[in-house]
């Protein structure tokens, strides 16, 4: 039971570049979160997936595109990266009634 | 102003001191509340869920006033492993938390 585990764990980019980052749980979990942090900035939600087949808008959804692929991926794209998303990313899962979530490692995007 | 705000610290206490953080949110709708702890550079792990009675766990009580819109954390006895940050998180419905910027906290020995 491996949890939420993300790809890659490290990646630079020049600006222009396209990359997708990559997300998948093995928990059964219907909703699943795309979050960046940034220092003094805190987790701010990009994208969210309530179930699979559905797709909203978080608080920094700009720049970004995601995918459900199933019920245990979920992808974000960024089609034209910038220096402004060189962050931190984390993906996360949730049980439907429950409401711990469960972070995957993290991963570490430079664009330069 | 943030929706969860929290003082970022840093709180330098000695082993064994007791150290307590508080959290205020604006949303008086938030439905329910937790504290994680990360590790630099790692994952957010839940520490704690936390209930309008109080809950504890072990050395670790956490508090919600509603009427305040405040929610503390309390550590006693600290360890030099507890030296983390310390997120406020608040669930505001339909799944969705939001993140406090987190409480440092270092022990020393």
């Known amino acids: 039971n491996a949890g939420v585990t993300q790809t890659p764990k490290f990646q630079v980019l020049k600006t222009g570049q396209s990359m997708t980052l990559q997300c998948a749980q093995d928990m059964n979990h219907n909703s699943m979160y795309w979050y960046r942090q940034d220092p003094g900035m805190g987790l701010r939600l990009i994208y969210y997936s309530a179930s699979e087949g559905t797709t909203d808008k978080g608080e920094v959804p700009n720049g970004y595109n995601v995918s459900r692929l199933n019920k245990r991926e979920f992808s974000l794209r960024l089609e034209s990266a910038a220096p402004s998303q060189t962050s931190v990313y984390f993906c996360a899962s949730i049980r439907d009634r429950g409401y711990e979530q469960y972070f995957g490692p993290g991963t570490r995007l430079t664009v330069t | ?109």
């Open chain 2, 1 to 109: 102003r943030k929706e969860v705000e929290q003082d970022p610290g840093p709180f330098n206490v000695p082993e064994g001191a007791t150290v307590a953080f508080n959290c205020t949110y604006s949303n008086s709708a938030s439905q329910s509340f937790f504290w994680y702890r990360q590790d630099c550079r790692k994952e957010p792990k839940l520490l704690m869920s936390v209930y309008s009675s109080g809950n504890e766990d072990g050395r670790f009580t956490a508090q919600l006033n509603r009427a305040s819109q405040y929610i503390s954390l309390l550590i006693r006895d600290s360890k030099l492993s507890d030296s983390a940050t310390y997120l406020c998180v608040v669930n505001r419905g339909f799944q969705k938390l939001v993140f406090g910027t987190g409480t440092r906290l270092l022990v020393s020995p």
